[in-house]
């Protein structure tokens, strides 16, 4: 793949080219990137790039004729022409907002051309006839498209076959997958009373893939919820958010969030609302039941008492 790159500024760009995914990119030859200096396509002694604009104002616009020619150094002058798998995307804050699914289509690309515009603007004749799409990383206001452009090839690059080592890992990051990545931790499991959750220390896969899916879902929801919207949910997924939003709570002065409580494993506990002693109590042998069985004797009522003692007192007396 081939990104070129129409800057004012050639000079901003080679220290970080030849650093991280980028240069990995380009070693492996899976990435060449072009630095296309715009002022090397002008045509007066000052190598002028910019003029005032039409009607007044302040700042300075880009000239569209040093864009124009330096499209058709590259062979994508002609938007009708234009070769199968090249785009020409101009950076600007008009455009569409740059996101994972836009940085994997670019990766298919042959030839991506990226133009950063400065100062005010670009003259409006280039978007209109010369880019085939606008494209914004945010907003915010940079002092050009420079930044920009440097954001969108190191995104396209680690996308390029061959350049990630494991591939598993470029498709667990954040907005790939269409959520939050889940959060990660490395060794020491203690560290100033702060400890890795007891699941990830467990070697248990399956459990430690569920929790991992579990947070990734609560810190979408909780964070950056409009990704929901357009993700693949599991039935499971859909279930464990539903838990959360059935469980969340928020007080009248705008509390915080409280997450829901796992569900305890009826296997593991005992039975809700049955003490200790009396589960214990429960377990101890009875007494058999039958005719072998000793049974205390029934109490007899006073008249007979009464009875009894007259006759013993008279048989002592002798009468």
Known sequence: ???????????????VLGEGMIRAAREKGRLEVAIVGLRDFTDDSHRTTDDYPFGGGAGMIMKVEPIDRALAGL??????????????????????????????????????????????????????????EELSVGDFVLSGGEPAAL??????????????????????DSFHSGLLDAPYYTRPATYRGWSVPEVLLSGHHGRIARARR???????????????AHAQLSPEDRRYLAGIEAATSVDAGGGTAMPPERKADPRATRPKGRP???????????????????????????????????????ARRGE
Do not use: N
């Open 1 to 15: 793949m081939k990104i070129s790159v129409l800057t004012i500024f050639p000079d901003f760009f080679p220290a």
């Open 75 to 132: 062979g994508v002058g002609e938007k009708q022409a234009r070769p199968e798998g090249s785009r020409v995307v101009l950076l600007s804050p008009q455009g569409r907002a740059f996101t994972q699914e836009i940085a994997i289509e670019y990766a298919g690309l042959e030839h991506l051309v990226l133009v950063c515009g400065r100062y005010k603007g670009v003259d409006e004749r280039v978007s209109a006839h010369l880019a085939d």
């Open 151 to 172: 954001c969108v090839i190191d995104a396209v690059a680690r996308l390029l076959p061959g350049v990630v080592s494991t591939f598993d890992s470029v498709e667990s």
């Open 214 to 228: 579990e947070e990734s879902l609560r810190r979408s929801a909780e964070r950056r919820p409009d990704l929901l």
């Open 276 to 314: 200790r002693a009396e589960a214990a109590a429960r377990r101890r042998p009875t007494a058999p039941k039958g005719p072998s069985a000793r049974s205390k004797p029934r109490p007899k009522p006073a008249a007979q008492l009464r009875s009894s003692r007259a006759r013993k007192t008279s």
